[in-house]
């Protein structure tokens, strides 16, 4: 049987602050846990072992923060003696603090994050790992560097994150993206079976709402396509991978970035998108290969010449051509007079419009990627024979002809 009770050890200089420590006792050894909470003598009660609240303004609310961070301690401590009488594993006192400190330093969710972002980097999802990094940078900044246990994240905390987010005029998208991997990370957490759910993102947004529209109509793309950009090789090139995603059905740039010599075979091109892991085949037009015949074959394995060369982080080159490409398909825009300025999202959402235009059940493609979920989208998509995109895909490329 083990026993924990809170104590307080007063410090040797008269009217100083003292420390919280737990007493372990196993088997009549008695052991103790050192903590970093101090008080004032006047604010334990020695008879109920417990800190005396009191009414004083400036104290108050850091006692009730204390006494709630002791609760936990406590039934961190109490879960890991279950835990291990569970299993019929032998524990002593020392073997406690050992697990608890264990703990601490392992299950705050600043460490719990970097744990996960070094899982995700060896297994090969930069992408995800990229998200948590800019996810807990921003946590970070909230909480100005203090860390924070896992099992301590409640709603009322997540409540506080959120309006921090709103007064430093974040987007209701950016928060409710920031929140989306917080639970992700969280949840993590649950199923390991390392807390119990408290539903601590209850209260917040978490949700997507309709972005500004970015579908540009055919008759911009055909203004676009039509453009002589002989005179500036830039432009050129930024125009010619915005099309490039236009033909491929609105392929993202990652994709695009990472498609393979070998994905292309049989007049197909067939690959898995990196956010959804989904299998997708697109058919291989001469519209596609003209722009691939204007540059040089990629040294790489990489189809497009967008990873170019041996880059050491094929991330950061691809991303530094997104950067590039969109730099200069603001000068197009300008050019062509487009009623909303141009990224390469902008042939992704302009492909689906184009489709749903075209008579393409909604079910299949919403108005501009409408659906709160892309995924949703890309399942619907999956669901069709992909001659019957194809032959969609046919009509919309010939359409800006």
């Not at 060896?122 to 860390?147: E, P, Q």
């Amino acid at each position: 049987m083990v026993s924990v009770k809170v104590k307080f050890r007063p410090s040797s200089v008269v009217d100083m602050e003292g420390s919280i420590y737990y007493q372990i006792i196993h088997e009549r050894k008695v052991r103790q846990l050192l903590t970093d909470y101090k008080i004032f003598p006047a604010e334990w009660n020695e008879k109920r072992s417990a800190i005396a609240i009191g009414s004083v303004p400036e104290r108050k609310q850091v006692l009730l923060s204390i006494n709630g961070q002791i609760r936990r301690d406590v039934e961190r401590l109490m879960r890991i003696v279950m835990r291990f009488e569970d299993r019929r594993m032998p524990i002593s006192g020392d073997v406690l603090i050992d697990e608890f400190e264990r703990y601490m330093a392992e299950y705050s969710l600043f460490n719990y994050m970097e744990s996960q972002i070094a899982d995700l980097k060896h297994r090969h999802k930069t992408g995800t790992a990229y998200t948590y990094r800019a996810t807990l940078n921003s946590f970070r900044s909230f909480r100005k560097g203090y860390d924070i246990m896992l099992d301590a994240m409640d709603s009322k905390l997540m409540l506080s994150y959120e309006s921090f987010l709103q007064d430093k005029g974040v987007t209701p998208n950016t928060s409710s993206f920031y929140m989306r991997n917080l639970r992700a990370v969280y949840n993590k957490a649950v199923d390991a079976g390392i807390i119990e759910d408290c539903k601590p993102f209850r209260h917040v947004y978490t949700g997507v709402d309709k972005t500004v529209k970015r579908a540009l109509p055919l008759a911009v793309i055909r203004r676009i396509r039509s453009l002589d950009l002989s005179a500036s090789p830039k432009e050129d090139y930024a125009r010619d991978m915005f099309l490039m995603s236009f033909y491929l059905r609105g392929m993202s740039l990652v994709d695009m970035s990472y498609l393979r010599k070998s994905d292309l075979r049989e007049g197909h091109v067939s690959y898995r998108r990196r956010k959804t892991g989904q299998k997708l085949e697109i058919e291989w037009r001469k519209e596609m290969q003209c722009i691939l015949d204007k540059y040089p074959e990629n040294d790489t394995e990489f189809l497009l010449p967008i990873i170019t060369g041996r880059a050491v982080n094929k991330r950061s080159s691809y991303k530094n051509a997104g950067y590039r490409i969109n730099r200069h398909l603001k000068a197009i825009a300008l050019k062509v007079k487009a009623p909303i300025g141009i990224t390469l999202y902008c042939a992704r959402h302009s492909w689906a419009s184009a489709a749903k235009n075209m008579g393409v059940p909604v079910s299949v493609i919403s108005e501009a990627m409408g659906h709160d979920s892309e995924a949703t989208t890309q399942i619907y998509l999956a669901s069709l024979e992909t001659s019957v995109v194809d032959k969609v895909n046919s009509i919309i490329i010939a359409a800006i002809k």
